[in-house]
């Protein structure tokens, strides 16, 4: 479990993540009744509240929501 949480809780493996993510949702516009994308889109979103759930259950609530939206950004 700690693993996984390691993983969610990675800035690169999530970057990669929206990068995908948002590529789908382009793509997708072409073609907007697809089945396909829906279901894409219905997995990114599980994976973004389970990093959100692995962030706050690592960092604790008010952590989790202390850090500036621009962190890690120089």
């Given at each position: 479990m700690e693993r996984l949480k390691d993983l969610l809780c990675?800035?690169?493996v999530m970057l990669y993540a929206i990068m995908i993510n948002t590529a789908l949702m382009f793509i997708g516009g072409f073609w907007p009744d697809s089945l396909w994308f829906e279901a894409a889109d219905a997995?990114?979103?599980?994976?973004?509240?389970f990093e959100a759930w692995a962030k706050i259950s690592r960092m604790g609530w008010r952590a989790y929501w202390a850090?500036?939206?621009a962190a890690g950004i120089a």
């Open positions: 990675s800035d690169r997995v990114f979103t599980l994976l973004f509240l850090i500036p939206l």
